[in-house]
């Protein structure tokens, strides 16, 4: 691949680039893939639960399925016997990561896993689609970026509203950016009420074919119970950040997305309403949360998991407001460009120009990672990007942790006279799995 570019440059070098980005081979049928299965690109998938599973699968649409690793080796096995019967099964990343005829790899652990592996993945040469949120601490996100610029290779970030899901996303990001809501005064940003409560959870023998201590890895050591791992582990803040990055890395990705600040990110930070659970032994992130963001341009920005919790997104301006999430777009704005044929195309030719220099094919979040590393484009959830809006969800959890509001400073990536709050910025690492830094 060619050296990595700034956004800016793909954008102005996409047209020389349009032409034989029209039909690239793995995005045709499953008929004509089979056909030129020599040509299709080797993939590895690490992480093989429910969603690394699915990640897993939507890839095979595009490259071969050659290794599969999981720390619970029945995962990996049931993966290679369901879907990927020529994949061999590994334990260790490491050793896929070894393997030189895989040229990419998904990445579907658990959130504290994330960064590591996907060091490793880029030091290795190989492009990395990793599933959302990026990072387990600020300082990751600044860590994997350096290593993306670092490598040259492509890394795709798993936020599939902004690949999938165009014609609602994109909309809504056209829409606000055209000035046609006015300024923008306020975003609520509604997460589900999904997050479980509960324990204290009794320790449990570890399960045959799991390795609870690799499975634990930078974390703190603790006696294995059901309830810290497999779809619960979001609900520990050692291994993830609650419904705060769980839906946040979404729904916060699209209003940076929307005000037009995916290299930045807010002034200050207020998660003084939001109160921790106090069982001891349990789940340890917040079910119920509200916390206010100042943006650039006095824009209010609530992160917020409360009743009725219709999740989505909710911009409000002078001139009016629109509401999104995965099932709708809804407001007057909306109804106007259905009711005004030219209104509504020149709003849709603004989305196309969202995703202009990233996809000939909109509509395909892992067919865009492909494209991307394929033909030297930018993929549409770029690490930098995704680094910046999983931050606010990060600094959020440190407001609410520290009980007090905070100020940031968004070109340092600092906080503002506040040393308690910057060593929150990453956490303590356990041997052996500390994370590799970045030379």
Not at 18 to 32: K, V
Not at 70 to 89: G, I, L, P, S, Y
Not at 211 to 230: I, S, T
Not at 275 to 298: H, M, Q, R, W
């Amino acid at each position: 691949m060619q050296q990595h570019l700034t956004r800016r440059q793909f954008v102005q070098t996409s047209a020389g680039l349009a032409a034989l980005a029209a039909n690239p081979y793995w995005l045709t049928s499953r008929a004509r893939a089979d056909e030129a299965k020599n040509e299709r690109p080797l993939v590895g998938a690490i992480g093989l639960g429910g969603q690394g599973t699915g990640d897993a699968r939507r890839a095979a649409e595009f490259g071969d399925i050659v290794a599969v690793c999981d720390v619970q080796r029945q995962h990996a096995e049931r993966a290679r016997d369901q879907h990927f019967n020529k994949a061999e099964v590994y334990e260790d990343y490491r050793k896929l990561l070894d393997r030189k005829d895989v040229e990419a790899v998904t990445i579907g652990t658990p959130d504290h896993w994330h960064t590591e592996i996907a060091l490793a993945a880029l030091d290795a040469g190989k492009h990395v689609y990793c599933e959302k949120p990026l990072t387990l601490t600020v300082d990751e996100g600044k860590q994997l970026v350096a290593a993306v610029k670092k490598s040259g290779k492509v890394m795709q970030v798993g936020t599939q509203q902004r690949g999938d899901q165009f014609d609602l996303f994109g909309r809504a990001v056209a829409t606000v950016r055209s000035g046609q809501l006015g300024k923008i005064q306020k975003v609520t940003v509604q997460l589900p009420l999904s997050t479980e409560e509960g324990g204290p959870f009794m320790a449990q023998p570890v399960p045959n074919g799991m390795n609870w201590d690799f499975w634990l890895g930078q974390a703190p050591q603790v006696d294995y119970c059901p309830e810290r791992c497999h779809s619960r582990f979001r609900w520990w803040y050692e291994y993830s950040g609650g419904i705060c990055t769980d839906w946040g890395a979404h729904h916060m990705d699209i209003t940076h997305w929307a005000l037009n600040v995916e290299n930045s990110g807010p002034m200050t930070i207020d998660g003084t309403k939001t109160k921790l659970p106090e069982i001891a032994g349990g789940f340890n992130t917040p079910k119920l949360v509200t916390v206010d963001y100042l943006y650039p341009g006095d824009i209010h920005v609530q992160l917020i998991a409360q009743p009725p919790g219709d999740e989505g997104v909710l911009f409000e301006g002078e001139k009016g407001r629109i509401f999104v999430n995965r099932g709708r777009i809804t407001g007057k704005p909306i109804e106007e460009q259905d009711a005004d044929a030219k209104l509504k195309e020149s709003i849709m030719a603004d989305v196309e120009k969202l995703y202009k220099g990233n996809t000939a094919k909109m509509g395909n979040h892992m067919g865009n990672f492909f494209e991307a590393w394929k033909f030297g484009k930018w993929p549409i959830s770029d690490v930098e990007s995704q680094h910046r809006s999983v931050s606010a969800c990060h600094l959020a959890n440190i407001s609410i942790r520290l009980k007090r509001k905070l100020t940031w400073d968004a070109a340092a990536e600092t906080f503002v006279g506040d040393s308690q709050a910057d060593a929150m910025l990453k956490r303590a690492q356990r041997d052996p799995y500390k994370i590799r830094s970045v030379g």
